[in-house]
């Protein structure tokens, strides 16, 4: 058993969580609970091995698993007229993001859909929304002080978002508690609630020996930082589910 296994396993028993139960699409809508499904970075500077400095440096099965699961929901909402939001984290080179290295710089591919979901770019049930910063709730923020996400989910009367991406610690728990906060207060009607897919989330991986080796990094375990980024959308209000399924 390694390391990381190990500790996963005290993780796990120290700050445990249970899941809501399963997601059911359709008992949801007949019951007049609309659903949009939101997709958060799944782009190749994020998920495509080699594309990038945040990219995988091989192929990993938790961030293949994510993009496979976003891409069988996308197609199901889609070929069902149901609304999807596709954020795609997009920089401007003269605008850096600490700590993290250049990535996903505009002009660069990286800050494009992964192949397998390049077909989202022309259904017309799919809003791109190109952001960046980390949280997507708050790059949809217009200057009439309008917000594009939240005007997607009045527009489509949606009382549930189902939430997937990249990665589930960081732009994802980031989005996840900005709406949130926003649902308290009442700024996103008529939404009630905000429904993470644990499998359908992935983060990166930088071990320890690896982040020893390079100036400022961070040790970034990828199976401790799923847990935990799933543990406090958890703790923020989230529901979060292991299975999807139409009915």
């Given at each position: 058993?390694?390391?990381?296994?190990?500790?996963?396993?005290?993780?796990?028993?120290?700050?445990?969580?249970?899941?809501?139960?399963?997601?059911?699409?359709?008992?949801?809508?007949?019951?007049?609970?609309?659903?949009?499904?939101?997709?958060?970075?799944?782009?190749?500077?994020?998920?495509?091995?080699?594309?990038?400095?945040?990219?995988?440096?091989?192929?990993?099965?938790?961030?293949?698993?994510?993009?496979?699961?976003?891409?069988?929901?996308?197609?199901?909402?889609?070929?069902?007229?149901?609304?999807?939001?596709?954020?795609?984290?997009?920089?401007?080179?003269?605008?850096?993001?600490p700590p993290y290295p250049p990535h996903c710089i505009i002009g660069s591919g990286e800050e494009n859909l992964v192949p397998a979901l390049e077909w989202?770019?022309?259904?017309?049930?799919?809003?791109?929304?190109?952001?960046?910063?980390?949280?997507?709730?708050?790059?949809?923020?217009?200057?009439?002080?309008?917000?594009?996400?939240?005007?997607?989910?009045?527009?489509?009367?949606?009382?549930?978002?189902?939430?997937?991406?990249?990665?589930?610690?960081?732009?994802?728990?980031?989005?996840?508690?900005?709406?949130?906060?926003?649902?308290?207060?009442?700024?996103?009607?008529?939404?009630?609630?905000?429904?993470?897919?644990?499998?359908?989330?992935?983060?990166?991986?930088?071990?320890?020996?690896?982040?020893?080796?390079?100036?400022?990094?961070?040790?970034?375990?990828?199976?401790?930082?799923?847990?935990?980024?799933?543990?406090?959308?958890?703790?923020?209000?989230?529901?979060?589910?292991?299975?999807?399924?139409?009915?």
């Amino acid at each position: 058993m390694g390391s990381e296994t190990r500790a996963l396993d005290v993780l796990e028993s120290e700050i445990p969580f249970e899941s809501d139960g399963d997601l059911i699409l359709m008992r949801e809508r007949e019951s007049g609970r609309a659903i949009g499904l939101v997709l958060v970075d799944v782009v190749n500077g994020f998920c495509t091995v080699g594309a990038g400095d945040l990219a995988p440096t091989e192929p990993s099965k938790q961030i293949d698993r994510m993009v496979e699961e976003a891409d069988k929901l996308a197609k199901v909402f889609c070929e069902r007229n149901w609304p999807v939001f596709a954020f795609l984290d997009t920089h401007f080179p003269d605008k850096p993001e600490p700590p993290y290295p250049p990535h996903c710089i505009i002009g660069s591919g990286e800050e494009n859909l992964v192949p397998a979901l390049e077909w989202l770019e022309k259904d017309q049930n799919v809003t791109i929304k190109r952001k960046h910063c980390i949280d997507s709730f708050i790059s949809s923020m217009e200057k009439d002080g309008s917000n594009t996400f939240a005007d997607w989910v009045k527009k489509n009367e949606l009382k549930i978002v189902l939430v997937l991406g990249i990665c589930t610690d960081i732009c994802v728990l980031d989005f996840v508690c900005s709406t949130l906060s926003a649902r308290n207060i009442g700024r996103i009607p008529p939404l009630e609630d905000v429904v993470v897919y644990s499998h359908g989330c992935a983060t990166y991986n930088l071990p320890v020996h690896v982040a020893r080796n390079i100036k400022g990094a961070l040790s970034h375990p990828q199976d401790l930082l799923h847990h935990i980024g799933l543990y406090m959308a958890k703790g923020r209000g989230a529901k979060i589910v292991n299975k999807v399924s139409l009915m």
